[in-house]
T-cell receptor, first 117, second 116 residues
Framework: DAGVIQSPRHEVTEMGQEVTLRCKPI?????LFWYRQTMMRGLELLIY????????DSGMPEDRFSAKMPNASFSTLKIQPSEPRDSAVYFC???????????????FGNGTRLTVT | GENVEQHPSTLSVQEGDSAVIKCTYS??????FPWYKQELGKRPQLIID?????GEKKDQRIAVTLNKTAKHFSLHITETQPEDSAVYFC???????????????FGTGTRLQVFP
């Protein structure tokens, strides 16, 4: 357990429906990242937060994607409306700053496998 | 922005042989280079990392080398075992205050198969 709980583990939905993915990092982290993994594009950074504030959302593919972090122990990634090309595994990852940030590794949750039919 | 290229995309070796995976990065200011192993259906897990002030690091059968001048780094696995079979990802990160960034950018992955 890397201290990041994601839910649901699997999500199957129809095109056009709203999808909400959840992430609960343990307390004490400073950064939270959302990645998307597909066979074609590998691990893509979508957005990341520092102390609950979004720092860089340039990886969010379209306006259909949005992410929030209302507090230090909860974040959501929402897709609305969903499309078949959104099918992927979505990972949440945490990083705890210790002194200089570049000394800290990233720890991933178990991911949510999303299938949009 | 940072771009990380990784090769080969697939690698097959016989048990006991060595495996080498290579990555190049574009941002000369990158200062942190981790390697992750991802088994089928599981999350990526850190196996080793190296900072820009170090040229080589070793942990048992795994070693990583960094050439900052050439902007490339490599993962070396010696005495490979079937349980080493997985997808391996390299990554690079530049930590900067202005502009503010701590982005970890991943390579496209290498599928390693170790045959008994």
């Amino acid at each position: 357990d890397a201290g990041v709980i994601q839910s649901p583990r699997h999500e199957v939905t129809e095109m056009g429906q709203e999808v909400t993915l959840r992430c609960k990092p343990i307390s004490g982290h400073d950064y939270l990242f959302w990645y998307r993994q597909t066979m074609m594009r590998g691990l893509e950074l979508l957005i990341y937060f520092n102390n609950n504030v979004p720092i860089d959302d340039s990886g969010m593919p379209e306006d259909r994607f949005s992410a929030k972090m209302p507090n230090a122990s909860f974040s959501t990634l929402k897709i609305q409306p969903s499309e078949p090309r959104d099918s992927a595994v979505y990972f949440c990852a945490r990083l705890r700053q210790r002194g200089n940030t570049y000394n800290s590794p990233l720890h991933f949750g178990n991911g949510t496998r999303l299938t949009v039919t | 922005g940072e771009n990380v290229e990784q090769h080969p995309s697939t690698l097959s070796v016989q048990e006991g042989d060595s495996a080498v995976i290579k990555c190049t990065y574009s941002d000369s200011a990158s200062n942190y280079f981790p390697w992750y192993k991802q088994e089928l259906g599981k999350r990526p897990q850190l196996i080793i990392d190296i900072r820009s002030n170090v040229g080589e690091k070793k942990d048992q059968r795994i070693a990583v080398t960094l050439n900052k001048t050439a902007k490339h780094f490599s993962l070396h696995i010696t005495e490979t075992q079937p349980e080493d079979s997985a997808v391996y990802f390299c990554a690079a990160r530049r930590t900067s205050e202005s502009p503010r960034t701590d982005k970890l950018i991943f390579g496209t992955g290498t599928r390693l198969q170790v045959f008994p």
